[in-house]
């Protein structure tokens, strides 16, 4: 089964790790900015990530087939520091026009502090004026309830965000209900340790449903497996879920709403396949 993985930190993983998931069924990544392990201290060391992230992942994720995509931010960790988060939002449109950025992402909250709300606001702001989607971090652990409540609260205060165009990430049970209630997209991480298992994810799919859901590996740093979709495909089998369900969340979801951003070129994988064949019989 063909499957996107609608957030995974491939820059932190190894070549192989495309590999291993190109040959799992991987098609298409996207590769939200997130934390590099330590505060970084300038704008242009984000201008050098940001071009990591949109000019030399791309080119390594299609060595081997996978279809690579990407979203902008300062992220939560760094918000504190609010003069510098200023200084990366206003560079941030130096990429929006650049192929496969999809928006603005993964912006959040990581304490609940004071700053990282004002900097969750900014960068709503700058999506709301470049008319870009957006994709939240939610909190960990014991802050995810409240964090989830905040965020939530603050984008509905904005009467210019649609929630058809906000991806609400990390969800668990306790918050999986109020981010669907108020339109959001929501997508459960799976993590060997924190946030999902797949057997919880599947759970939580058999509770709420399979509109506007999916799953992803958020593969980075820390303990985390890039491959953790498939092993989510394996538990829905092993449960006697369908093919077309299971289809539906772990590709036809990621690929519905990422096709809200005009940069979101994929090629579906039955389309490929057709076009290599049809250059095959002409040689």
């Known amino acids: 089964m063909y499957f996107f993985d609608p957030h995974v930190h491939m820059i932190s993983r190894v070549t192989d790790d495309y590999e291993r998931m190109a040959r799992m069924g991987c098609v298409g990544v996207s590769e939200p900015a997130f934390w590099a392990g ?16 949109t000019e030399f992942e791309p080119t390594r994720a299609g060595w081997s087939g996978v279809q690579h995509f990407t979203w902008l931010c300062i992220n939560a960790k760094e918000a504190e520091n609010v003069e510098l988060s200023r200084e990366v939002i206003a560079m941030i449109p130096e990429f929006l026009g650049n192929p496969g950025v999809l928006g603005i992402g993964e912006i959040g909250l990581n ?10 606001r900014e960068h709503v702001d700058l999506a709301m004026k470049t ?9 960990h652990l014991d802050d995810k309830l409240k964090g989830t409540r905040m965020i939530i609260d603050m ?9 058809n165009r906000v991806l609400i990430d990390h969800v668990e049970e306790h918050t999986v209900g109020a981010a669907r209630e108020e339109g959001f997209w929501c997508a459960m991480t799976l993590y060997p340790v924190t946030k999902c298992t797949p057997s919880r994810a599947a759970d939580i799919i058999e509770m709420y449903g399979d509109d506007r859901i999916m ?16 092993d989510f495909i394996m538990e829905m089998r092993r449960r006697g879920h369908s093919e077309k369900k299971i289809k539906k969340i772990v ?6 709403f990422f ?19 049809a250059a095959a019989d002409t040689d």
């Open 111 to 120: 304490k609940n502090t004071k700053n990282e709300c004002t900097i969750f």
């Open 251 to 256: 590709y036809d979801n990621p690929v519905e």
């Open 215 to 230: 799953v992803n590996s958020a593969g980075d740093w820390g303990p985390s497996n890039p491959t953790a979709v498939p």
């Open 131 to 139: 008319n870009e989607q957006i994709l939240i971090h939610t909190p």
């Open 38 to 53: 330590f505060d970084r201290g300038s704008v242009d060391g984000f201008r050098d990530y940001f071009r990591q992230l």
């Open 155 to 163: 984008l509905l205060e904005d009467d210019r965000v649609d929630p």
């Open 259 to 277: 096709s809200g951003s005009d940069r979101f070129e994929f090629t579906p994988p039955d389309t490929l396949w057709e076009t290599s064949r």
